[in-house]
């Protein structure tokens, strides 16, 4: 019988030594060159959210003689700072290819928990309440990655239905009521409201988080496992990574900061109610989608979902500046976060279309 | 080879396995030395790829031992069997796109610092170090996503050598790989040899077996029914082994004679990739387009049935003129494209053979705008019938098929359209030889039919066995065509490296 032969691959082609035939089919020099933008632009995607960031606040001051002042930055900042905590725990949840939508109800009840701490025992120490608030959270996070890893939920409809079913339990338990400034010891609110050197501590807690969770993220096998999971969920087990133990701690670990962000939420407001935070779960996933972190996993980063988080903060104050109405206000972030998946969509595509092409033809 | 007293490296025994009501192992048993390339060989779906992932502990076996070095033992997780030194290349690529190659190799293995942070520099220069003695121009930080298939293959690999493994488990790594790269992972697979390594190898192509190989294992249905020494064995013994009976004619070629043109390309070209491209396709005939992976040939079949854009040309069906850009447009002028990789453009991995087998002529089996599932399901019987497919029922997802078996699906799928040009890239790539058999067969029916197939194929016998006419193309152009009866290997592979060649018929 036959036996089969095949044949060899063809060498790549270097443009220098393309034969001279062959040059009517390789692109023109001048086509080639202007098309590497997108190369630069997927690599520095957070480049380009500075710069639109940049081009937001110039263009907005030079509208607005009242938009550049000390309160409005620190204003911005100590809004961006909660968000950016919740941003970050999203980001790990969807670089596994999964979403966290309880993270609102989680920073509800926690904010009133610890409240609620405090009026029973007045003299509690700052410490135990944040670090009551983080166990709360944790707790959350276990019940959502339970829910996910165990039961095999699908995690759009397990923290769906927690965040329905934590904010129920909101709502039973306050019953109305509400916890005042007046309940919580003044050390308590210099948490959110105190300065170092001019700058807020909460912006110092936040970045401190923010820090530690990227540096993770990058230097350490447990971060970058989330990264794998989420990029081929199959490939990752047969790496001989535990992948429900990571799915799992990475629930967990968004639970903690969201109950973090709840203490923190009480500290900077004071009053809170059964409706605390509601809805900002989808400020966060905007906030992580336009720092393109991928809603399909496995791509994206702390420091590019923050910068996220303070582009749709300058937005915000930049419309009530510019004495836009509120209703608008929703429609532009949601133009926005169109934009930035269309964005990396075109830009994964044109990446794509261009190695494969280098790759054919050994072109650049 | 081992003396009696040294167990052997590795041994399962008498091992079974079910998924829910398919018996996919029902008496697997293999013995693997230290020193010995080892082949399991076997139909698709015989149970190869189930045995080795028992192997790597992705699945457990319902039944029967296993033994490392003499001892019996479980590997309850992948995880376990990589610490036990078994290395794993699967049948399917199992890499993370976003990440780098250097991540992809040492994922869940990167060298640490004290304070266990990892170690970016060493694991690069490492990889960078595997790459260069792989003979690969790639970079250890550059990204999967975008590699070709063969370039992924080579990750595959270095990430297997990479964990000095003691056994190395190679699932098809050939399969999409040329042959001066299947020679460079047959020099390594016999370094590693030499060094006291087991391997074990499933291959598809025999004469493989024979270059590399010492023993052969041959499963069929999921039981091992032989075993012996690669020399005592020749290619149509372990054929009869593995089908169970033997096969007739392997090229089934008629002779018919060639009707009206019914596919016409004329002057077709896209920028970078291919130019002036022009060749006809009468009815009854098979044209073979020959040439080096690389060449441009799947991009041509690609810009033919509208997928990617052209800058110039035309392409004419039955004599009218089709509007390129427009897959939609191809499919009803009557052309069919079987795409090169399947499990990818082909196949919708999570839906049942039947929903998979009927996608392409939903509008014909439609009533009122209804499909039924009975028709549906008739169709792929009909069709998993003619190429032997191995399937318990017609309702289990693509996905759980065999590789093979996930192939014939996508061929049956486009058959069924009944086209009057069939494109068909790689018709036989990761089928076994008895189903290789079926296609060449399924291929002669339709164009005695007055079917038009115009094939790409990079294995030279098949394209001497079944072509009317072989194009061959170099680096984007049509350099010969030749006529069946002068059609060798010297002058295929001659123009396929772009050597001179008589003036073509169609000069450009
Ligand atoms: N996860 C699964 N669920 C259900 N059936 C499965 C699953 N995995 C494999 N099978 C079935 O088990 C049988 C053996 O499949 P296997 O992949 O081991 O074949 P193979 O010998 O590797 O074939 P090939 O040469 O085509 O790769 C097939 O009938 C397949 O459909
Ligand atoms: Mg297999």
Redesign the interface.
Known sequence: ??????????I??NSPTV?VE?T????PASKTEPSRWFLFLGRHRESTLIAVLLALIAGTALASPHFLNLQNLRDVLLNVAIISMLTAGMTVVMLMRHIDLSISSTVGITAYAVGSLFVAIPGLPVPVAVLAGVLIGCAAGCINGALVTFGRVPSLVATLSTLYIFRGIDYAWVHGGQINATSLPDSFALLANGDVLGVPVLVLIALAVLTVIGYYLK???GG??F??I???P?????????VSRRVFKGFVLSGALAGLAGVLWLARFGTVDASTAKGIELQVVAAAVVGSV?IT???GNVWGATLGALLLGVINLSLVVLKVSPFWQLAIQGALIVLAIATDTLLSRA??RW???K???G?A | MTTPATPPRLELRHASKRFGEVRALIDASLTLRRGEVHALLGENGAGKSTLVKILAGVHQPDGGELLVDGQPCRFARPSAAIAAGIAVIYQEPTLFPDLSIAENIYMGRQPLDRIGRIRYDVMEQAVEEMLVSLGVQLKAAQLVRGLSIADQQVVEIAKALSLNANVLIMDEPTAALSKPEVERLFAIAERLRDAGVAILFITHRLEEVFRLTQRITIMRDGAAVHFAATSEMDHDSIVAKMVGRDLATYYPKVDVVPGEVALSVNKLTRRGVFKNISFDVRRGEIVALAGLVGAGRSEVARAIFGIDPVDGGEVLVQGKRLQLGKPALAVNAGLALVPEDRRQQGLALDLPIARNASLTVLARLGRHGLISANTERQLAAHWGGKLKLKAHTMDVAAGTLSGGNQQKVVLGKWLATNPHVLIIDEPTRGIDVGAKAEVYQTLTDLVQAGMAVLMISSELPEVLGMADRVLVMCEGRITADIPRSEANEERIMAAALGQAEQPLRRAA
């Open positions: 019988m036959n036996s089969i032969v095949h044949m060899p691959k063809a790549p082609i034969p062959m009517g089919l390789t692109q230097h350490y096998r970058r496992e990264y794998a989420g990029s081929n199959e490939a990752a087990n047969l790496a001989g990574i535990r991928a996993g496995g791509v990446i794509a190695t494969m092409k790759r054919d033809h072109e």
